[in-house]
């Protein structure tokens, strides 16, 4: 099993910023990608952004380009979500998830994490 543990989820206000971290463990060699996906009040879950353990590019959901930046250290194997220009409709509890390809990450993920509330205030 691959264990995802998510860290600093918070209240910001409007304009602001977190950083959002995301501790790998376990099998964590099964995977190959790391990303994360977003779940606001009585919506579905989406994608948000994904990259690659090793070397290769980042995917963004259409709402985050340009405001939110991942990252991953690979010998540590935790993923970032720096996330700037912070707007009250990113309020939502973001999870880290993982799975063996994009493909997969950006559909059906086989791993994640318990998620972690980010609330934007106006």
């Known amino acids: 099993q691959v264990q995802l543990v998510e860290s600093g989820g918070g209240l910001v206000q409007a304009g602001g910023s977190l950083r959002l971290s995301c501790a790998a463990s376990g099998r964590t060699f099964v995977t190959d990608v790391v990303g994360w996906y977003r779940q606001a009040p009585v919506k579905e879950r989406t994608f948000v952004a994904g990259i690659r353990w090793s070397v290769g590019g980042t995917y963004y959901a259409d709402s985050v380009k340009g405001r939110f930046t991942i990252s991953r250290d690979n010998a540590k194997k935790t993923a970032y979500l720096q996330m700037n220009s912070l707007k009250p409709e990113d309020t939502a509890v973001y999870y880290c998830?993982?799975?063996?390809?994009?493909?997969?990450?950006?559909?059906?993920?086989?791993?994640w994490g318990q998620g972690t509330q980010v609330t934007v205030s106006s």
């Open positions: 998830v993982a799975a063996s390809g994009m493909g997969s990450l950006r559909s059906t993920p086989g791993y």
